[in-house]
């Protein structure tokens, strides 16, 4: 039984990204050889977060409450909307200091070769946001890898067939770039000089 346990927690670390057989028994020996107290915080941790952790109902960032924190904050411009991929990116915005608007996360992009289409990116969901009529100009910031090129490219007729003024992240970024790995001046930058 207790070996049964132990496959089921190397299965189990195993559906991190990026982790493969041999980092999962790694994972899986060091929490129950030297920290089974890490172990039981990561399990508790765990538990809490996939209970409590939802979409905000405005941006689709993640919330524990119906909307965020950002899309509560009364001081925060509402007639700028920026679009990111993911909640990381969101964060890598924030720490630039440079933006007070607020945000859209897709929670994706594009991928047309895994099957991931127009449907499964919350496209709809963020034309009825971007048309609420404060909105003035929607940023679209997905990353300048080709995947998030391509999803900026179809945001962008899609947001401009219904009359919004859209703009994009200038091309101080390195193509390729996640958005996430970007330096800090170098996103601020490209901020300022969106076009
Ligand atoms: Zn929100």
Redesign the pocket.
């Known amino acids: 039984m207790a070996e049964h346990s132990l496959e089921a927690l190397i299965e189990a670390l195993r559906r991190l990204p990026g982790v493969g057989v041999k980092s999962a028994q790694r994972m899986a020996f060091h929490l129950l050889q030297h920290d089974r107290e890490g172990a039981q915080k990561l399990s508790a941790a765990l538990q809490a977060a996939v209970q409590g952790v939802h979409h905000?109902a405005?941006?689709h960032?993640f919330?524990e409450a119906t909307?965020?924190s950002?899309?509560l904050d009364g001081t925060r411009e509402a007639r700028q909307l920026l679009v990111v991929e993911t909640p990381a990116d969101q964060a890598a915005m924030e720490r630039t200091g440079s933006y007070r608007g607020l945000y859209f996360v897709l929670m994706g992009r594009l991928r047309p070769l895994d099957g991931v289409g127009v449907g499964d990116i919350g496209v709809q969901a963020l034309l009825e946001r971007a048309s609420d009529g404060v909105v003035q100009e929607v940023i679209l910031a997905t990353g300048f890898t080709a995947e998030g090129e391509a999803t900026a490219h179809v945001l962008a007729q899609a947001l401009k067939a219904r009359g919004l003024s859209v703009t994009r992240l200038a091309r101080g970024v390195p193509a390729g770039s996640e958005l996430e790995y970007v330096d800090l001046s170098t996103l601020a930058h490209a901020l300022s000089d969106r076009h």
């Open positions: 905000c405005r941006c960032t919330t909307l965020c950002t899309c």
